[in-house]
């Protein structure tokens, strides 16, 4: 197991676990993992061609949410006018991020602190640390986001994974509750009418049970997305035209830092953990 250069000039690094089992990151990019083979096979989608377009948002990996998920309904900053607004999803995916291998536990950790472009929209002194385990068919994420100022700091915390699917109509959608709110039209819906929908585009919010899962029965896989309270929040949402869908797990909706639903809040010179996995089973 060891991490090096897969593409030099776009910054793309391999942590490996063996020539079938590996993921690529990008710490110049947000931190965020680009792909992730396992047991041969992708699980991630990447579009590559607009990744390498900086000028446009990256569609593909598990792009980082924080220190918001969604975006904000209010004009101005929720920090006072001495702030800029948050840009939706917050600025974590846009920053560079450091990392390191730990040699002990086999993990790859990544790590974000304040600076002086974050302290134009919060401010906090923070760092916010991932630790990534790669296994077979199995990927793990601890979190931990820690306060390091005097003051009080409100966080979300979300990941936004793109999984590649061979169809829509292949799609069996596991675990689910009855009901969603439809965030592109804020209206509370039936589950499973919505995701009738998802070869036109979906984006549902839900409350789940901390698992969310879907098989591909043309991939003969299943995904698995293990994220337990307070992490329980599920979106899923897709895009026209691109064989992929997201599950989402978040701690907090959209406009959480405006209304308080569900904010978070860390105490001065305090941490807060998170935990999340995804498990792949294959159905052959």
Request: aromatic fraction near 14%; hydrophobic fraction near 40%.
């Amino acid at each position: 197991m060891h991490i090096k250069f897969f593409n030099r000039d776009q910054d793309i690094l391999v942590f490996q676990l063996d020539e079938n089992n590996y993921i690529k990151f990008c710490p110049e990019r947000g931190g965020i993992i680009t792909d992730w083979v396992a047991d041969g096979k992708e699980i991630l989608y990447f579009d590559e061609k607009r990744f390498m377009d900086k000028t446009k948002s990256i569609r593909g990996g598990i792009p980082i949410l924080f220190p918001i998920c969604g975006n904000l309904e209010n004009s101005s900053s929720v920090f006072g006018k001495d702030y800029l607004q948050l840009m939706q999803h917050g600025f974590a995916r846009d920053l560079q991020w450091k990392y390191y291998f730990n040699e002990n536990d086999k993990s790859l950790s990544l790590f974000l602190n304040e600076s002086q472009i974050t302290k134009k929209y919060y401010p906090f002194d923070f760092e916010l640390r991932i630790e990534v385990f790669l296994m077979i068919n199995f990927l793990e994420f601890k979190i931990t986001i820690q306060n390091k100022t005097d003051i009080a700091m409100p966080i979300n915390f979300g990941l936004h994974p793109y999984f590649n699917v061979s169809d829509f109509k292949n799609l069996d959608f596991i675990d689910y509750p009855v009901n969603c709110q439809n965030q592109k039209r804020n209206l509370l819906s039936n589950t499973l009418d919505e995701l009738k929908n998802i070869n036109l585009g979906v984006d549902l919010l839900m409350y789940s049970s901390g698992k969310s899962s879907f098989i591909d029965r043309v991939f003969k896989r299943q995904i698995t997305l293990n994220h337990p309270f307070p992490f329980d929040l599920g979106v899923i949402w897709s895009e026209p035209n691109r064989k992929m869908i997201c599950l989402e797990p978040w701690t907090s909706p959209r406009n959480s830092f405006v209304d308080g639903f569900r904010k978070i809040i860390i105490p001065p010179n305090d941490s807060h953990k998170f935990d999340a996995s995804i498990k792949v089973k294959s159905l052959e």
